[in-house]
């Protein structure tokens, strides 16, 4: 079955700069490739998705990029604020039926 | 609209107790889904409904774990007996597909803890 791996599981950077989490997939059958970001207690939402068609994808902020030939793909944060601290999921799925999530990532920005 | 509902938000058992969780997904959802996220870990998926037939149950402990979608709708996942690796938050799911894509959006979850 399929498999995500994520890193790193920590990351701290800076308010305003830019910070990057990396995922691998293990089945190049994977098309869907959904990030989210979960809050101390909260639950997981969804911040940006990604298909197999497509090789990056921008909303705002956050970016996602997808390397089909390598089996990644990455998260993109430019331009940090205070409230991006979280946990952040990578996932992966084959028709977007059955997510396999990652290890998740906290982040944390420092003021 | 309004989102995944999902009761008790939190709950204290012994081992060897039952405990049952109930999810109301997002109104107009066919697929719904039930997952195990232990702390520090991702969610892991645990079953999967399409309206009330199960899709996917392969992850389900199913020598103590049940769960039921009757009427395609609300949905209860059960645990009996209880034991103290169950201990996790359970995320409830729904999805609507639109170009192919299940888009999935969580509820708050119930934190269980097994003492």
């Known amino acids: 079955g399929e498999n995500v791996e994520q890193h790193p599981s920590t990351l701290s950077v800076q308010e305003g700069d830019s910070a990057v989490i990396k995922c691998t997939y293990s089945d190049s059958a994977s098309n869907y490739f959904p990030w989210y970001k979960q809050e101390l207690g909260k639950r997981p939402q969804l911040i940006i998705d990604i298909r197999s068609n497509v090789g990056e994808k921008k909303d705002q902020r956050i970016a996602v990029t997808l390397n089909k030939t390598a089996k990644h793909f990455s998260l993109h944060i430019t331009e940090t604020q205070p409230e991006d601290s979280a946990v952040y999921f990578c996932a992966a799925s084959i028709g977007a039926q059955k997510l396999v999530f990652g290890q998740g990532t906290r982040l944390t920005i420092n003021p | 609209e309004a989102g995944v509902a999902q009761s008790p938000r939190y709950k204290i058992i012994e081992k060897r107790q039952s405990v049952a969780f109930w999810c109301n997904p997002i109104?107009?959802?066919?697929?719904l889904y039930w997952y195990q996220q232990i702390l520090g870990q991702g969610p892991k998926l645990l079953i999967q409904?399409?309206?009330?037939?199960?899709?996917?149950d392969s992850q389900l402990p199913k020598d103590r774990f049940s769960a039921e979608r009757l009427k395609g709708v609300d949905s209860t996942l059960k645990i009996q007996p209880a034991k103290l690796e169950d201990s996790a938050v359970y995320l409830c799911?729904?999805?609507?597909?639109?170009?192919?894509?299940?888009?999935?959006?969580f509820g708050p979850g119930t934190r269980l803890t097994v003492l």
């Open positions: 109104s107009g959802h066919a697929t």
């Open positions: 409904f399409q309206n009330n037939g199960v899709v996917d």
């Open positions: 799911a729904s999805s609507l597909v639109r170009q192919g894509i299940y888009t999935q959006y």
